[in-house]
């Protein structure tokens, strides 16, 4: 089993950065693709990032391809997503994802953190 625990949201203007936190624990072999999704109301959940623990590479959802930047930390098992020239688009309830090979889409995911609130005002 894997659980995830995220933080780091919050409200920002535009044009601000955050940096969200996704702390994992459990069996790393069921965790080596870890991404963040979002979904705002009324919306689809979209991949936002992915990265794989063990090799390292990453993925982005084309709407956030130059402003986000997902990386690791292996000693503290946590995920970060930087976030910079946020947008009031980028509102959404942001999703820790993990799963054992593959997590680019939700139905491909087997593990969900509670979500943590990003809001972008103008």
């Known amino acids: 089993q894997v659980q995830l625990r995220e933080s780091g949201g919050g409200s920002v203007q535009a044009g601000g950065s955050l940096r969200l936190s996704c702390a994992a624990s459990g069996s790393a072999d069921m965790r080596d693709c870890v991404a963040w999704f979002r979904q705002a109301p009324g919306k689809e959940r979209e991949l936002v990032a992915r990265i794989f623990m063990r090799s390292g590479a990453t993925r982005y959802g084309d709407s956030v391809q130059g402003r986000f930047t997902i990386s690791q930390d292996n000693a503290k098992n946590t995920v970060y997503l930087d976030m910079a020239s946020l947008k009031p688009e980028d509102t959404a309830m942001y999703y820790c994802?993990?799963?054992?090979?593959?997590?680019?889409?939700?139905?491909?995911?087997?593990?969900w953190g509670q979500g943590t609130q990003v809001t972008v005002s103008t």
């Open positions: 994802a993990a799963s054992r090979n593959l997590c680019l889409l939700p139905d491909a995911v087997e593990f």
